[in-house]
């Protein structure tokens, strides 16, 4: 287990995010890694997979690729998993689900290449171990990715089980909530790190937080805490698990944690609308373990105040769409008054700060009458997202007194 060829999967157009993440996770050579469009390929051992499961806070999964080659046929799929050595990794007692993804794959069914794979797998630990495995769709023990391409096709096992954007701590949301993985990725671009290169602290703050998910993200990377630490993964039941080697893992991410004093100022601010989304945002804090670094309040965007003395960085991911009637008064106005009156009240109140608003609409900057200084393609989806940046005005002394109530 020490020359594996790992995958990490993430939202298109976050790769480099991500490659700068596992560079630092890993000390490796951003170099050495494999960057694609739709996430990262690496070398690395087992130790790497778990670190990088407990640690990543972009990548969708953790992939071991166990086999890449040429298909024709269903065939071709069933003798290239039919040679792999499964026994290495599960037993007849584990359940297991072959999931099958495609972009412009000649096969007719997908399904019936997801049972080639299946039968190749339990034919071989049949003859091996006298027994097969069941099949599991909904709950399974070892999850099996097989990807197609028009000449190629991919196998691997997936590590992670549930995909990584959940954390664990996130019980309670709203409609539409941000993925996790999106608001660390809109972090990274940021480059909000918690404090600047003196080490002074920078405020973030998210005027429209819903469930609170980037300012919990943000205050969760200013205390050091790894994003797993309240989940359980797929390897964990995989043959080559070490559970002292994970323990070991584990305990050395705790050991990195920065602990957060209740008098200490909150690193992280919120507020919305929505007392209800308040409320969320606030339990979903305390089970993820920065209650005391996060400070939220209910209220119009368009009425608060920076909630810190010094300069900081505000991180929107906007209200857009049917979203938009419920951004309190101005909303009820509709998009284009909600955004120019929103880019007046930055502009008056919040002088020194940073804007950074995740955008799907191209004329978003413009109903902002702000001027861009910087553009981030962050997400190339169904909906095409970048994020914006935007540098305000001079400092203005008025701040918002933030409190737990």
């Not at 003395?309 to 769409?321: D, H, I, Q, R, T």
């Amino acid at each position: 287990m020490d020359n594996l060829d790992v995958f990490l999967p993430c939202a298109a157009g976050c790769a480099d995010f991500l490659a700068d993440e596992v560079a630092t996770l890993l000390g490796q050579a951003r170099a050495a890694l494999r960057i694609e469009r739709a996430g990262v390929g690496l070398r690395a051992d087992w130790d790497a997979v778990l670190r990088l499961n407990l640690h990543s806070r972009i990548a969708q999964r953790v992939l071991v690729q166990l086999w890449r080659g040429p298909y024709d046929t269903e065939d071709d799929l069933y003798a290239a998993a039919a040679a792999l050595t499964w026994e290495d990794w599960l037993t007849p007692r584990h359940t297991v689900k072959v999931e099958v993804t495609a972009q412009r794959s000649p096969l007719r069914s997908l399904h019936f290449a997801g049972l080639r794979i299946k039968d190749a797998l339990c034919d071989r630990l049949r003859a091996r171990c006298g027994a097969r495995p069941s099949v599991d769709t909904a709950h399974p023990d070892v999850r099996i990715h097989l990807h197609l391409s028009a000449r190629e096709a991919t196998l691997a096992l997936d590590t992670s089980g549930e995909p990584l954007f959940k954390r664990g701590w996130r019980i309670d949301h709203g409609d539409a909530p941000l993925k996790e993985t999106l608001a660390a990725a809109m972090i990274a671009a940021s480059g909000w790190r918690g404090s600047d290169d003196a080490g002074c602290p920078v405020p973030l703050f998210d005027p429209c937080c819903g469930s609170g998910t980037l300012v919990i993200e943000a205050a969760q990377i200013a205390r050091r805490q790894a994003p797993g630490r309240l989940r359980r993964f797929a390897f964990e039941r995989l043959l080559p698990h070490d559970a002292a080697r994970w323990a070991a893992c584990r305990a050395a991410a705790r050991a990195q944690e920065i602990d957060w004093p209740a008098d200490r100022p909150p690193i992280a601010f919120g507020s919305d609308v929505s007392f209800r989304m308040v409320d969320f945002a606030r339990r979903n804090a305390e089970r993820a373990g920065v209650g005391a670094a996060v400070s939220f309040r209910g209220g119009d965007a368009l009425q608060r105040l920076p909630p810190a003395p010094e300069p900081g960085v505000l991180l929107l991911n906007p209200p857009y769409g049917e979203r938009i009637a419920a951004a309190g008064v101005a909303g009820e106005l509709g998009a284009d008054a909600f955004y120019e009156r929103l880019a007046a009240h930055w502009k008056t109140h919040f002088g020194g700060w940073t804007a950074w608003v995740l955008t799907p609409d191209r004329d978003l900057p413009r109903r902002l009458r702000l001027q861009p200084s910087r553009r981030v393609p962050l997400f190339n989806g169904p909906i095409e997202c970048r994020l914006m940046r935007f540098d305000l005005a001079a400092r203005n002394e008025k701040t918002d007194a933030f409190s737990a109530d």
